[in-house]
C-alpha cells in the first residue's frame, strides 16, 4: 500500500456544519482573506501557506472519495490553481492516478502558484494546457465520468473579479454538466464570497458558478459561503485555518453555531414559577390568517414563555386553540401590561394590524415585528417615526423580514437586497436602532454595532408557509424567558437591552433551524406546525444532551 505524504502533525479539515463544534467562527471577506494571507506568510518560509493548503486538499479528497483512482484537478490561473497543483504532487504520491487541466501562462502566474506546478510536474503529474484542444478534450473526458471520479474546481477562489465569463464559464458548465463528484477549493468558481450572490452575468447570460459537492475553505472561510446562494453551490463546507491566527485581521462577519443558544436556553431553576418566564402577546391574525397567529403562539409556548396570549385581529375568529389550551385568547393589554410583557405583531395581520402599531411601538417592553407590521411600517411614515422614537429610546425591538419585506422597507427590490445580504440587513438595523433577522438561506442577524451573524442552522424543509410565523413566536418565547431569567438573576431591575434582543434572536433562529434539520435531515417540506411542535422537543434533546 502506498503510504500518505501527509504531515501527520497537521490537524485535519474539519466539517464547518456538521461537526459537534458549536463555536462562532469568524469569516472573513476576499480583502480581509488576503490580508491574512500577507501577514501570514511573512512570517513564514515561502510557500508555506500553499503547502498547507495543498495538504489540507489532498487529505480532504481522499477521505471524502476514497475509492476514487483517477482525479481530474481543473486548474486557474492564480493561486487558487496553485492550491490544485500543489494537491495534486501529494495525491500523485499517494497513488491516485491525477491529471491537471490548466487554464494559465507560466509567466503570469503568481510566484507560490508557480512553484506548485513545478512541484507537481517534477512528481510526474501530467499537466494539459487548456487552450481549445485541452478544452475538448476535457469535456470529452468529463462527459464520461461518474460518481466514481474525483473532480477539483480550483479554477477561481477569493480573486474573483468580476462575473466568470469567456473560456472559464465554459469549463464550469463542463464541469457542472459532468457525474463526477466534485470539491472545490475555497469557493465554488464563480461565486461572489464576499456576498454568496453571483456577480452580475455578462449581457444576457445567467452567472456560470460550480455546484460542488464539498467545498474546502482555506484560512477564513467566506461569508457568502455560508449564505444566499452560497450553501447551494458550495454543498457540504469544510474548512482548514492552515494553523494560523485568524484573529490577526478583523472579520467581517460570523457563523453563529449554537453558542448564543447556549447562552439563552439556560437551565431552569427548582424554584422558578410561570411568573419567571414573562408573558408573551401574539397580535396578528386578520381575516383568514388566524393560523399565522396560532403558529406563533404555539411556538413561544414551546420554547418557555411563561404565559402565552393571543390576540386576533378578526373578531370572528376570536376561540381558543382546542389542541392548545394552554394558549389564552384575550384583548391587547393596557400600557402598563404591555410595558412588562413580550409582544409579537404582525404574523397574519393583514391590514388591521396598523391600527395597533402605536400603541405597540410607544409601550411594549420588548418587541417582535414580523410579517405585515413591517408592510406597515414601510408603508406609513407616521409609523417609521414611531419605530424610530422607540429605537432612540433604549426599548428593543427585533424586526424579522423575509427578502421581499427587507425590499419595501428599504424602497429597493428584493433582488437587490439579495446582491448583499449583510448590508440590507445592516442597514435596517442602523435606520431604527433595531435587531434584524434577514429571513433565507443563511438568515443574516445585524444589530447595530456588531458585525453581523449567520445562522448555520436549518434546511429547505422550512421553505414553507407558516414558517416565518414560527420563528417569530421561538423568538418571542426565548426572548421572554431570557428576558425575565436575566432580571432574575440581577435581583433588581434590568434595563432590557439591544443585547438580550440580539442573543435571543441568535438563539431563536439556531433553534428554529436545528428543529427542522432533526426532523427533516434530507430537508422535505415541513408543515410549520410540525416544526412549532417539535420546538419543545428540539430544547428537550439539548438540555438532555447538555447533561450527559
Ligand atoms: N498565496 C498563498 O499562499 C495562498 C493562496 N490561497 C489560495 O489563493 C486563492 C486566491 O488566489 P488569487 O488571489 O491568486 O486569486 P484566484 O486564484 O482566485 O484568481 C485570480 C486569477 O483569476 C483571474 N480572474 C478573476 N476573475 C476572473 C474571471 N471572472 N474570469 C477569468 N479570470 C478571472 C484573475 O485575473 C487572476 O489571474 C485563494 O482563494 C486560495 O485558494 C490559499 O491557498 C492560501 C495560501
Ligand atoms: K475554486
Not at 306 to 327: C, K, N, Q
Request: proline share 6%; charged share 20%; net charge neutral.
Amino acid at each position: 500500500m502506498t503510504p500518505h505524504p501527509f504531515d501527520a502533525a497537521s490537524a485535519p479539515p474539519r466539517s464547518v456544519l456538521t461537526g459537534r463544534d458549536r463555536s462562532n467562527l469568524l469569516l472573513h471577506d476576499a480583502r480581509h482573506g488576503s490580508e491574512l494571507e500577507r501577514l501570514h506568510a511573512l512570517a513564514l518560509p515561502p510557500h508555506t501557506l500553499m503547502q498547507r493548503a495543498g495538504q489540507a486538499l489532498a487529505r480532504l479528497a481522499i477521505a471524502l472519495a476514497p475509492h476514487s483512482r483517477r482525479i481530474e484537478i481543473v486548474a486557474g490561473p492564480g493561486n487558487n490553481g496553485g492550491d490544485g497543483f500543489e494537491a495534486a504532487a501529494l495525491l500523485q504520491q499517494a497513488g491516485k492516478t491525477v491529471r491537471v487541466w490548466w487554464l494559465g501562462q507560466p509567466d503570469r502566474q503568481p510566484a507560490d502558484a508557480g512553484a506548485a506546478r513545478l512541484r507537481a510536474l517534477a512528481f510526474g503529474v501530467p499537466v494539459v494546457p487548456i487552450d481549445d484542444t485541452g478544452q475538448t478534450l476535457l469535456q470529452d473526458t468529463l462527459s464520461r465520468c461518474d460518481h466514481g471520479t474525483l473532480v477539483i474546481d480550483a479554477l477561481l477562489g477569493r480573486g474573483l473579479n468580476r462575473a466568470a465569463d469567456g473560456r472559464i464559464a465554459e469549463l464550469i458548465a463542463t464541469i457542472n454538466a459532468s457525474a463526477a463528484a466534485v470539491l472545490a477549493v475555497d469557493l465554488p468558481s464563480g461565486l461572489n464570497g464576499d456576498t454568496g450572490s453571483w456577480p452580475p452575468a455578462p449581457a444576457g447570460g445567467a452567472a456560470a458558478v460550480i455546484d460542488a459537492d464539498w467545498t474546502l475553505a482555506l484560512l477564513s472561510p467566506a461569508p457568502g459561503l455560508f449564505t444566499g446562494s452560497g450553501r447551494d453551490h458550495a454543498g457540504e463546507i469544510w474548512w482548514h485555518d492552515l494553523a494560523v491566527d485568524l484573529q490577526a485581521v478583523p472579520a467581517q462577519a460570523v457563523l453563529e453555531r449554537g453558542a448564543a443558544f447556549d447562552a439563552v436556553a439556560v437551565p431552569r431553576r427548582h424554584a422558578q414559577h410561570k411568573g419567571s418566564f414573562g408573558d408573551v402577546w401574539v397580535i396578528g391574525g386578520a381575516a383568514s390568517m388566524a393560523g399565522a397567529a396560532w403558529l406563533a403562539a404555539r411556538a413561544a409556548l414551546q420554547c418557555g414563555a411563561g404565559r402565552v396570549y393571543v390576540d386576533l385581529l378578526d373578531a370572528r375568529s376570536r376561540h381558543a386553540d382546542t389542541l392548545h389550551p394552554e394558549l389564552m385568547p384575550g384583548a391587547t393589554p393596557d400600557a402598563a401590561r404591555l410595558g412588562a410583557s413580550t409582544v409579537v405583531a404582525g404574523c397574519g395581520g393583514g391590514t388591521d394590524i396598523a391600527a395597533r402599531l402605536p400603541s405597540l411601538l410607544a409601550h411594549a417592553a420588548r418587541l417582535v415585528l414580523d410579517a405585515d407590521a413591517l408592510n406597515a411600517i414601510a408603508a406609513d411614515p407616521a409609523l417609521d417615526r414611531a419605530l424610530r422614537a422607540r429605537g432612540t429610546s433604549g426599548r428593543p425591538t427585533v424586526m424579522t423580514p423575509h427578502p421581499l419585506e427587507a425590499a419595501r422597507l428599504l424602497g429597493c427590490s428584493a433582488a437587490d437586497v439579495q446582491r448583499n445580504r449583510f448590508e440590507a440587513a445592516q442597514t435596517l438595523a442602523d435606520r431604527w436602532q433595531v435587531v434584524v433577522v434577514l429571513k433565507g438561506s443563511g438568515s443574516v442577524i445585524a444589530a447595530p454595532g456588531e458585525l453581523p451573524s449567520i445562522n448555520g442552522s436549518g434546511n429547505a424543509a422550512l421553505a414553507t408557509p407558516g414558517s416565518g410565523d414560527v420563528l417569530a413566536g421561538c423568538l418571542g418565547g426565548l426572548w421572554s424567558r431570557h428576558a425575565s431569567t436575566r432580571r432574575d438573576a440581577a435581583s433588581g431591575p434590568h434595563a432590557d437591552s439591544l443585547q438580550t434582543a440580539r442573543q435571543a434572536t441568535l438563539a431563536a433562529c439556531h433553534l428554529h433551524g436545528a428543529t427542522a434539520q432533526a426532523l427533516s435531515p434530507q430537508a422535505e417540506a415541513l408543515p410549520a406546525a410540525r416544526v412549532a411542535e417539535a420546538l419543545g422537543d428540539e430544547l428537550r434533546r439539548i438540555a438532555a444532551a447538555r447533561r450527559a
